[in-house]
Structure formats: C-alpha cells, structure tokens
C-alpha cells in the first residue's frame, strides 16, 4: 500500500511539473511566475516542493489519526485544516490532472498565488509533528 502511494505522490508531482512547465501559467508580460518571480522551470521545482511537503505532512496526520489518544493533538489537527485549506487550489490541480481533466488557466494561477501560503501551513504542520 505504501508503494502505491510513493507511487502517486511521485506520478503527481510528475504532473504538476509538466503542466505548469507547459501550461503559461504566469505574468505573460515579464515571464515570471509565483510571487517570488521565478522562471518558469525554478517555479515548476518549487511547486512540485510544496507538493511533495504537503502530502508528507497528510500522510503523517492520517498515521497519527490512528492512534487511540489524539486529544493531546488539537493543534496539530487545527493546522492541518489550515494547511488543507491553503493547499486546496494545488490538490484540485493533481487531483484534475490526474484524473485526465482539464485544469484550466484559472486554477493554474490560483496554484501559483497559493503556493507560499500552502508551503508555510505545511511548514507549520511539520513543526508540530516534529515536536
């Protein structure tokens, strides 16, 4: 099962570097892309980051939504739901893509202003779970 996973994850972020390399999703007029202005390629890399970050983080809540005593983990929960929410526009992308759908210019600019905001919820969630 964790193999098929890896596997996803891997197929997933495959997607997300391809259709952003190739879809046009930035500011046409100066050739940047996020909020940081990268290149195009230094933008698929770091989105394919945060991607590969976030689903680390879920995978590791679910793990822990297995134990018995999860009271103790309330933040932790609460930033999931946060970094759920910021990720939102990137897992619709994987999910669209993966499913052979289109993804439209829209929610590729949605991924590219989401980006920071989901890898520093992600980012939060990490640190509580290394604690």
Not at 13 to 30: E, Q
Not at 52 to 76: F, K, Y
Not at 119 to 129: D, G, H, S, Y
Request: charged share 20%; hydrophobic share 40%.
């Amino acid at each position: 099962m964790k193999k098929e996973c890896n596997l996803f994850n891997f197929l997933s972020a495959s997607y997300i570097f391809i259709v952003l390399l190739l879809s046009g999703c930035s500011t046409p007029l100066l050739g940047t892309y996020g909020e940081n202005g990268q290149s195009r390629e230094e933008f698929s890399r770091y989105v394919e980051s945060v991607f590969r970050l976030q689903n680390a983080m879920t995978s590791e809540i679910m793990a822990l939504q297995g134990i018995d005593d999860v009271s103790d983990h309330t933040a932790l929960f609460q930033a999931d739901q946060a970094m759920q929410k910021a990720c939102g526009p990137l897992n619709e992308f994987v999910s669209r893509q993966t499913e052979g759908l289109d993804t439209g210019l829209f929610l590729s600019h949605q991924v590219e202003k989401s980006a920071i905001d989901c890898e520093q919820a992600a980012q939060k969630v990490k640190l509580l779970l290394d604690r």
